[in-house]
């Protein structure tokens, strides 16, 4: 059962545009929500991460929004660039278990 | 150098044979964790440890085993390996303490079964 659905798998997106990545869970228990990014022959590393008790959190270009009772969270990517071709992955986890759940990876490519 | 190593980076073995992966971190982080990434699958956690003595399954265990050899080493074992095992396997760390939530991944090991 995949707790934390990711969408799209895959995104193309011109040098400047904006890049959606979105996700949603079903476990009203989660209490973290952070998303990874991952070059290639690397390990993902944390990009991003936000509490439920805030809508939004912004560092530079990349933007967490977060829907608490539609239990969805997005990453945006604001003026999006070639070095920001990756995977991302979206996670979540309660205080409770203390293990992330990961979704299932959207490829970002940016075109120049 | 690397905080979290994996050894090896690439393996290729046969179908029946037992395999070790290694991870080690100079962190001084006392959680660790082990998880297979899959296309299509994102990552899944086979086994965690909070400490030395604390060893825990995760959603994928059949297959494998652990051992937590010091604070700092963790390694997944393939007692004997099948081809459906054939994935990139990561070793993550993170350190207990009220808001700190990070896990930290290594590079990395790319297994083949044949």
């Known amino acids: 059962q995949q707790q934390v659905k990711q969408s799209p798998q895959s995104l193309i997106v011109q040098k400047g545009g904006i890049s959606i990545i979105n996700c949603a869970y079903e476990?009203?228990?989660?209490?973290?929500f952070p998303w990874y990014q991952q070059f290639p022959g690397k390990g993902p590393a944390l990009l991003i991460a936000?509490?439920?008790?805030?809508s939004e959190k912004k560092e530079g270009r990349f933007t967490i929004s977060f829907n608490k009772s539609a239990k969805q969270f997005s990453l945006h990517i604001m003026d999006s660039q070639p070095g920001d071709s990756a995977t991302y992955f979206c996670?979540?986890?309660?205080?409770?278990?203390?293990?992330?759940?990961f979704g299932t990876g959207t490829l970002l490519a940016v075109q120049p | 150098d690397a905080d979290v190593t994996q050894t090896p980076r690439n393996r290729i073995t046969k179908t029946g044979k037992r395999i070790m992966l290694e991870c080690s971190q100079t962190?001084?982080?006392?959680?660790m964790y082990w998880y297979r990434q899959d296309p299509g699958l994102g990552l899944r956690l086979i086994y965690y440890?909070?400490?030395?003595?604390?060893?825990n399954k995760g959603e994928i265990s059949d297959g494998y085993s652990v051992s937590r050899q010091a604070q700092a080493k963790f390694s997944l074992s393939l007692e004997s390996a099948i081809p459906n095992q054939t994935a990139l396997y990561f070793c993550a760390t993170r350190l207990t303490g009220v808001g700190r939530y990070e896990q930290y991944f290594g590079p990395g090991t790319r297994l083949t079964v044949t």
């Open positions: 476990n009203t228990a989660f209490d973290y």
């Open positions: 996670a979540a986890s309660s205080t409770a278990t203390n293990k992330l759940i």
């Open positions: 962190k001084g982080h006392d959680r």
């Open positions: 440890s909070f400490d030395v003595k604390d060893i």
């Open positions: 936000i509490r439920p008790d805030v």
